[in-house]
T-cell receptor, first 114, second 114 residues
Framework: TQLLEQSPQFLSIQEGENLTVYCNSSSVFSSLQWYRQEPGEGPVLLVTVVTGGEVKKLKRLTFQFGDARKDSSLHITAAQPGDTGLYLCAGSFVSSGSARQLTFGSGTQLTVLP | DAGVIQSPRHEVTEMGQEVTLRCKPISGHDYLFWYRQTMMRGLELLIY????????DSGMPEDRFSAKMPNASFSTLKIQPSEPRDSAVYFCASISGEGENEQFFGPGTRLTVL
């Protein structure tokens, strides 16, 4: 069973601060995705990373994929209250029977206070 | 497109009753996934289908759970008999068989078993 460890589990910060969320596994990902979920809704895809060492930016969000494709990070610059939500990483593993099957991390609940 | 549609949005039932959750995937999507989300265990994959055929049901908790996909536009997840520990939010998601592996989630069904 492939496991995805996400940290921290909870994060409460003031508006304007920076933060980083981490996602780690002992297995190699064929691809990794980050989703954001708001209360009462399903997760929504933010980004997909595929290549080791890849960096993608989405406005104030920066996503990195580790060189060995076993870890990833999400960095938010100058957080805003609108960034509040549950951030989930999800990996498709090389050893998995299907590239379409995702394993989700436990999530990071981010609260940005005004 | 209306996105993934799930019904009901909320379900409250008593222990021992049968519960049926419904999902309509996005038209043209080849894969359909059922997930369960709880605070303790996060987002867990229960079962997924490809072209209406169940591919992996190893996440189904026990024989009380069953899922069907009689056609490309409809799937059900049934719990019989239901137990209080089944209380959770159940999500359905669908993806296209081509391109980026973005899972489109429905709004979820919040199930409470008393």
């Amino acid at each position: 069973t492939q496991l995805l460890e996400q940290s921290p589990q909870f994060l409460s910060i003031q508006e304007g601060e920076n933060l980083t969320v981490y996602c780690n596994s002992s297995s190699v990902f064929s691809s990794l995705q980050w989703y954001r979920q708001e209360p009462g809704e399903g997760p929504v895809l933010l980004v997909t990373v595929v290549t080791g060492g890849e960096v993608k930016k989405l406005k104030r969000l920066t996503f990195q994929f580790g060189d060995a494709r076993k870890d990833s990070s999400l960095h938010i610059t100058a957080a805003q209250p609108g960034d509040t939500g549950l951030y989930l990483c999800a990996g498709s593993f090389v050893s998995s029977g299907s590239a379409r099957q995702l394993t989700f991390g436990s999530g990071t609940q981010l609260t940005v206070l005004p | 497109d209306a996105g993934v549609i799930q019904s009901p949005r909320h379900e409250v039932t008593e222990m021992g009753q049968e519960v049926t959750l419904r999902c309509k995937p996005i038209s043209g999507h080849d894969y359909l996934f059922w997930y369960r989300q709880t605070m303790m265990r996060g987002l867990e994959l229960l079962i997924y289908f490809n072209n209406n055929v169940p591919i992996d049901d190893s996440g189904m908790p026990e024989d009380r759970f069953s899922a069907k996909m009689p056609n490309a536009s409809f799937s059900t997840l049934k719990i019989q008999p239901s137990e209080p520990r089944d209380s959770a939010v159940y999500f359905c998601a669908s993806i296209s068989g081509e391109g980026e592996n973005e899972q489109f989630f429905g709004p979820g069904t919040r199930l409470t078993v008393l």
